[in-house]
């Protein structure tokens, strides 16, 4: 198991930029794949970046709506994984969490350990 804390959120300004992190604790996090996924009120959860765990080369796989917006990336000696958001726009508004599991995939399905979240609001 794996502890996990988001950090980063804020309200901004559409066009504006926001770095999230995600630290671990618990368990060797480089053996995890973690995934970054937002909740906005009335929505269902929704997928949003993926890193690998880490091994000769990292991957990462990025939802739809945030492909060329969103960088994610990890620091294994800093425990953590960030996600870059820039140009944010008012519908990048919502709860984002992270999850730790084996897969990096974009369904939660595949991560059994989240934080707690960090809220976003990008104002128009």
């Known amino acids: 198991q794996v502890q996990l804390v988001e950090s980063g959120g804020g309200l901004v300004q559409a066009g504006s930029s926001l770095r999230l992190s995600c630290a671990a604790s618990g368990r060797t996090f480089s053996y995890y794949s973690v995934g970054w996924f937002r909740q906005a009120p009335g929505k269902e959860r929704e997928f949003v970046a993926a890193?690998?765990?880490?091994?000769?080369?990292?991957?990462?796989t990025y939802g739809d709506s945030v492909k060329g917006r969103f960088a994610i990336s990890r620091d294994n000696a800093k425990n953590a994984v960030y996600l870059q958001m820039n140009s944010l726009k008012p519908e990048d508004t919502a709860v984002y969490y992270c999850?730790?599991?084996?897969?990096?995939?974009?369904?939660?399905?595949?991560?059994?350990?989240w934080g707690q979240g960090t809220q976003v609001t990008v104002s128009s």
């Open positions: 999850g730790a599991g084996t897969l990096m995939s974009a369904s939660e399905s595949q991560y059994v350990d």
């Open positions: 890193i690998s765990r880490s091994g000769t080369s990292a991957s990462s």
